[in-house]
């Protein structure tokens, strides 16, 4: 080969790994900047990226009931997703960008429920994947789900507050519903009036700190006729900070409280801990896998 071809030949081969390295940074800074969509998070964990991870002290009757493990999720259309487990108990409840519930998964041990939540009704399922529901209950309309147990994992809480979103001062009255006294026996859910007071913002201690957190006071007015036997007067009080963690909610009737011991969020440099990811990627997973195993054995 001559010296000239030599020469070119190097020249080339210079260029060519100058253009493949200004192709590669470009494609980093693409990589960077692409907004994210749904299909490039595919490898997201269907239920969401973890936000929130608390625990909880629950007391009954001014005894201790156990430490429950919480977490919150968002997924990237805004729905968001709450697990809660709680010795034997395990809650999933998800609802919508506006707070409105979608499903609710209660267990414990090997009795359960499964709710999906559709128009005016509310559809009881027995697998995760069923396409069929067991049980149909009709629900007056714009009647929020406020189920009540003891144990109670309070996971429908994070979002029955977020869709009151009181301002400190005001009151309003919602409409709530619970399972009936007759379960699976009526085809309805119970409905019963109560009243919502934010009463401002008050110094609480909790295990987890003293924190300047909003003051929500919530009245039943009507009576129900729920399994939970509530009645006019019964009254439970929340406390939450602005981003809507709780912090405490004390329900009079027993009494029975639920106090935040530790917590961590995302992004926040001011709580180090972990969010246990992983372990939050495990209970869904298999609640979901449970259940689609469940549904293949029953066809």
């Not at 714009?142 to 979103?165: E, H, K, Q």
């Not at 530790?262 to 801990?273: F, L, S």
């Not at 246990?276 to 549904?295: P, R, W, Y």
């Amino acid at each position: 080969m001559s010296p000239v071809n030599v020469a070119k030949t190097g020249l080339y081969r210079l260029c060519a790994c100058i253009a493949g390295l200004v192709l590669l940074t470009f494609g980093c800074v693409i990589h960077k900047q692409a907004p994210e969509t749904p299909k490039a998070r595919a490898n997201v964990h269907e239920f969401g990226r973890v936000v929130f991870f608390g625990r909880y002290q629950h007391r009954s009757r001014n005894r201790d009931a156990g430490l429950a493990d919480m977490w919150l999720a968002r997924q990237y259309d805004g729905d968001m997703v709450c697990l809660n487990t709680l010795g034997q108990m395990t809650t999933l409840a998800m609802c919508d960008a506006k707070f409105h519930p979608t499903r609710y998964y209660s267990k414990w041990g090997g009795a359960g429920s499964h709710l999906r939540f559709e128009n005016k009704k509310i559809s009881n399922y027995t697998n995760w994947n069923d396409a069929k529901p067991t049980k149909e209950y009709t629900v007056e309309e714009g009647a929020i789900y406020d189920p009540n147990t003891r144990p109670d994992s309070y996971a429908m809480a994070n979002f029955i507050l977020r869709r009151f979103a009181l301002k400190p001062g005001e009151s309003r009255e919602f409409v709530m519903c619970d399972y009936g006294r007759n379960g699976d026996k009526q085809d309805d859910l119970p409905s019963y009036r109560v009243r919502v007071e934010h009463r401002g913002k008050e110094k609480i201690a909790v295990p987890a700190g003293t924190f300047d957190a909003n003051h929500v006071v919530q009245t039943q007015l009507t009576p129900s006729y729920t399994w939970f036997k509530k009645g006019p007067g019964h009254v439970t009080e929340f406390w939450y900070l602005d981003d809507f963690t709780i912090v405490r909610i004390l329900r009079h009737r027993e009494p029975y409280e639920f106090l935040l011991q530790e917590y961590t969020k995302a992004g926040d440099a001011k709580t180090t801990g972990s969010l246990n990811e992983d372990k939050f990627a495990e209970l869904v997973g298999n609640i979901s896998l449970e259940k689609t195993a469940q549904t293949s054995e029953s066809k």
